[in-house]
């Protein structure tokens, strides 16, 4: 088993920036690939980052590009997802989840993750 805590959501004007983090229990952290999910009122949970094992390969979906950054620390147990510039659109509920799995893939789709995080509130105001 895998426990997720998600923190750093918060209340930001439009244009600021936030850093999330996803702090993993239960099994050895660098084992698992990592993903950012979110999920605003009304619309279904959607893909946002993934992060391999290792840190070495990352995907975004095409709304947040060069807007913001997944990273991990293994170390700490720990991923990250930092955002800037950031806008109305990226109002919602952000998810950590985990997927038993090394090597260079990462994960889109919110079918492929197992473990589940409670979330975290962001809200962008203009």
């Known amino acids: 088993q895998v426990q997720l805590v998600e923190s750093g959501g918060g209340l930001v004007q439009a244009g600021g920036s936030l850093r999330l983090s996803c702090t993993a229990s239960g099994r050895t952290f660098s084992t698992f690939t990592m993903g950012w999910f979110r999920q605003a009122p009304g619309k279904e949970r959607e893909f946002v980052a993934a992060?391999?094992?290792?840190?070495?390969?990352?995907d975004y979906t095409n709304s947040v590009k060069g807007r913001f950054t997944i990273s991990r620390d293994n170390a700490k147990n720990t991923v990250y997802l930092q955002m800037s510039s950031l806008k109305r659109e990226d109002t919602a509920l952000y998810y950590c989840a985990a997927q038993y799995g090394s090597g260079w893939v990462v994960r889109q789709s919110r079918n492929e993750y197992t473990y589940w995080g409670q979330g975290t509130q962001v809200t962008v105001s203009s």
């Open positions: 992060i391999n094992w290792n840190g070495d390969n990352t």
